[in-house]
């Protein structure tokens, strides 16, 4: 009896401990990503917008690029590549844009933003990396240049840059949006980086179907993120204009 007593007790002591674990485990994965970022840049924009589409609820900790806090002690231990956006989920951290957005898409429902149809997911994938590898690279080097005070911008760069904007204009000659009558999640990839480019590199006439898209992307509500870090990014534009 006394040995059936013991045994109940440590039981009973194994299920509390247990039912702890389970608490704290769950108490950490309830708890809200915290992405790291500054509203001037492309991918932060794109990370943001796409939480919000979502209803993702995040914690938005501010690294404010112009004062160079991308490169303090504090965020050098979260991203060594000292670059924003970062997420922070579950204690671990996941560091680029294209990746954040996509695991916003699978652990919600984005059904509409980047749906299950394997081909489907394939032409958005194509602009994601579109976007990688082609836009936002001459966007940050055509913006990197400007703000190391390297007069206008240079030929070769834009000149790629209007040839990917070709791609584009092509692509939306017959749908509104980059991969059918829908907007997916490309579409806010690759707005928000062709939006921020626009303040220095403006649009050609022949990129018409390039502009209205910009302008359904801005009607939509989830865009006054990207209209108020736009706003801010021309701020120290115009700041570095009036001192050259
Ligand atoms: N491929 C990355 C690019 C991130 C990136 O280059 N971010 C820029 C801001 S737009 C940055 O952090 N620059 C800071 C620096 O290079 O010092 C992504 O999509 O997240």
Redesign the pocket.
Known sequence: MVLFRSNFCFKSLQNIRLLEKCIIRNMSVTKKPVLYGDES???VRFAMMTASLLNIDLEFHNVD?FKGE?RSEFYKKINPL????ALSVDGEIIC???AIALYFCRTSNGQELYPEANVLRAKIDEWLYFN?GVL?PID?AIFTDFFAGKGPADEVKVNNWYSALDHLELKLTDQKWLTGDKMRLCDVCCGTTISSLEILVPLLERHKNVKSWLESLNSLSCFEVNKRGLKRLQSFVEILKQQN
């Not at 000292?82 to 956006?85: A, C, D, F, G, L």
């Open positions: 840049s492309p991918p690029l991308n000292q670059k924003v956006p680029d844009s294209h990688a936002f940050s």
